[in-house]
């Protein structure tokens, strides 16, 4: 495929500047007020601007070479009378490069991956959520497991690795950057610009601190962090990290893809999807970043309906959302450093990816990254061999045990084996009770398998049948092998010599986050009331969203008293 470099000149652009202004100002102010109509006559503008007199576009391509004038503009917006937008088209790409002075590199002479198709592919998505951010939050948890499901196939035919760490740390970051050599690296988050810093590339991505609250890591120490690594590409999903990408390129890291404007959290993650699919396809960066877009047009199904922060329903929030993705390069060639061909259109696999209007937040654990960050590595580590997560009913005991138990088994070979008082059995590889489990593990005699027990929703009845499951830990020779992982309401006894990890209620942000997913349809004070008298319990939420809607004072206040009634009868 041919590419056309376009070079706008600054005397083409004297008009735009005040045309794209207002149009980035709607975008700040309510991203989904922005309207087809918007974009249609800032892509006419553009268009017009160049004089190219092409009626007729061959595929090819598409490269904005200029210096920070020209990228200032929203050139994703490119609209050609005929083809209509080209930043979604199928037949083209669009890209940029930024034309500067030779800068001389923050991290000196990088040795890159050479451009061969690798196998695996080491895809590194980092995400960070901090408690304490007063802006609407993120769910992290909804970015990690559709990339991950997404990418299963390639996952389990080991072409793709995948990392998705739980720890929004800078320094876990850096650490992850230099354990193993990853050949792209996605971060996804919030960003910010400070007032002050109106230079081109000066902001802030918030990383989270050694509590859980906002770390502020500036363009120049995000890219020193990648100093003596082999990183190829980096992708930031947080609103207006366009600004960012001028010093990642500066610091020798091409290509990279930011988003121009405030991005809604459900088009972030229907981008990562898609883009993620094309790159397993192998697919060249700008052919994966314009399925990115074009996945990006359709954020609701026919029946879904969106609500704002005040109650009211949306007909269509995604307008728009599709065109802030952008995609600089340093030269063009390393667009395809780890593709096999250089078709455009948009696959079969990428038109089938789920959509994110089917998932249901209880699928998943939102939130809860303090209690991950301390518990997953010390069970890996095996400092907590016997783990308690204890607490009342509904508050999340299970889910923090099931995803504690996939991020295990996705990085080691572990043999998960669950007993429950709702199954009263083992289930497992063809075990069906405890001395047959016995006999496997003693059996095999190979202390490098690993097992898993999960023993779920501990009481008094089912004591006796616990206490001879617990017999399994001490197998000599297996106790560093064996992992065992006990749901309750309450304690146990102490000679069992559990780790009793007491879960208390969520913060707000996460709960805010959880009845999002859910897709509530109460106002900012409601969701702020359901949290106060429900304490944080999903399960009540849960049964308060199958009630009937009622968002009215008297009805809503009658559902929340006759919620809170059932959990305390639990």
């Not at 800032?42 to 576009?57: I, K, N």
């Not at 993650?269 to 052919?287: E, K, N, T, W």
Request: aromatic letters at 8%; hydrophobic letters at 40%.
């Amino acid at each position: 495929m041919d590419t056309l470099i376009i070079r706008p000149r600054s005397e083409q652009l004297n008009r735009l500047p005040e045309l794209a202004q207002p149009l980035s100002q709607k975008f700040q102010a309510n991203p989904i007020a922005v309207e087809e109509d918007d974009l249609t006559a800032m892509g006419l503008a553009l268009w017009q601007a160049l004089t190219l007199e092409l009626d007729v576009l061959p595929p090819a391509r598409l490269l904005i070479e200029g210096d920070e004038q020209v990228q200032r503009l929203p050139w994703e917006c490119l609209y050609h009378p005929q083809l209509g937008f080209l930043a979604k088209h199928p037949e083209y790409t669009l890209s940029r490069r930024l034309l500067t002075q030779p800068p001389i590199s923050l991290l000196g002479s990088r040795e890159l991956f050479p451009n061969t198709d690798p196998v695996p592919l080491k895809i590194l998505l980092f995400t960070a959520h901090p408690e304490d951010l007063t802006q609407r939050p993120l769910a992290p948890e909804i970015d990690q497991y559709y990339v991950q499901s997404a990418l299963r196939p390639w996952i389990e035919a080991g072409k793709i690795k995948l990392a998705a760490p739980n720890d929004g740390r800078f320094t876990t970051f850096i650490e992850l950057l230099h354990t193993q050599p990853w050949h792209i690296v996605i971060w996804s988050g919030h960003s910010v610009r400070f007032s002050n810093c109106l230079k081109f590339g000066q902001s802030a991505l918030i990383f989270e601190n050694e509590e859980g609250n906002s770390d502020f890591i500036s363009a120049d120490q995000f890219a020193l962090a990648f100093k003596e690594t082999a990183v190829s590409a980096v992708v930031i999903a947080a609103c207006q990290s366009k600004t960012l990408l001028a010093t990642l390129l500066t610091a020798g890291i091409s290509p990279v893809v930011g988003m121009r404007e405030p991005l809604i959290d459900r088009a972030g993650s229907i981008f990562l999807q898609a883009f993620c699919v094309a790159l397993a396809q192998r697919a060249p960066m700008d052919v994966a970043v314009q399925r990115g877009r074009q996945a990006m047009v359709n954020l609701l199904q026919h029946h879904e309906v969106w609500y704002s922060w005040s109650g009211q329903p949306i007909n269509d929030p995604g307008v728009g959302q599709w065109s802030l993705p952008v995609l600089f390069t340093d030269h063009g060639n390393d667009l395809d450093r780890f593709a096999k061909s250089q078709k455009f259109g948009q696959s079969e696999s990428t038109r089938e990816l789920p959509n994110l209007a089917n998932l249901r937040a209880k699928e998943i654990l939102v939130g809860r990254r303090r209690e991950l960050r301390y518990l997953e590595p010390a069970l890996r580590a095996g400092t907590i061999r016997r783990l308690l997560i204890r607490g009342e009913a509904g508050i999340g005991k299970t889910a923090l045990a099931k995803h504690l138990i996939t991020q295990l088994t996705a990085q080691e070979e572990y043999r998960v084996l669950k007993w429950s008082e709702i199954e009263s059995q083992i289930t497992g590889d063809n075990q069906t009770d405890t001395f047959s489990i016995r006999e496997q593990i003693h059996g095999e005699n190979q202390p490098q398998i690993s097992y898993l027990l999960w023993l779920e929703d501990w009481n008094a009845d089912n004591h006796h049948r616990i206490a001879k499951i617990l017999e399994l830990s001490p197998i000599e020779g297996y106790t560093d092998h064996l992992r065992i992982l006990l749901t309750s309401r309450y304690s146990v006894p102490p000679e069992w010599n559990f780790y009793d990890y007491y879960l208390t209620r969520p913060c707000y942000q996460d709960f805010l986050s959880y009845t999002q997913q859910l897709g509530l349809p109460h106002s900012s004070l409601q969701i702020r009331l359901i949290y106060e008298v429900l304490n944080g319990n999903f399960q009540g939420v849960q049964l308060l969203h199958s009630l009937p809607v009622c968002t009215t004072g008297i009805g809503f206040r009658k559902q929340l008293a006759l919620v809170k009634r059932y959990l305390q009868a639990l």
